[in-house]
């Protein structure tokens, strides 16, 4: 046993040793492994907290745009009110203008009226005192006659 027990021996440690060196190269590669996965799960994690900070950002800027919108909404409300009433305040306007002008069409109709009647009435006096005129000088005439 000592020269072939030995040998065994040696054979078997040498056998071990391998194997040693082989979980060594496996635990190596293990490691590597585990320090790649490590990367990616830092990078993962970094890819996350950004996504989180741009999902922060981006609600915020939704809450400012839901504001604007709303505060927008409101000014178009006004708006529309103010142009309503400036729309019916401008048809009272005009209705009004209408109005006047229409009083002073009548009374500018009247005043053409009146002084139709006015000269008709001067020359049918115009034309009486003329044929009382040619009246008079008729009898004035036959007088003489």
Known sequence: MTRSGNLDLLDELAAVEYKKIDYDSQLMLIKDELTKIKSIQNDAG?????????????????????????????????????????????????????????????LTEEAEAKEKVENKMETDDATSKDSAFNEEKKWQVVDQV
């Open 46 to 106: 970094d890819v996350e907290t950004n996504l989180k900070e741009n999902i922060r950002k981006i609600q915020e800027k939704l809450e400012a745009e839901k504001e604007t919108f709303h505060k927008l909404s409101q000014v178009t409300r006004v708006y529309n009110s103010i142009l309503k009433a400036a729309t019916d305040h401008m048809g009272q306007s005009i209705k009004s203008i209408n109005d006047q002008f229409e009083h002073e069409r009548i």
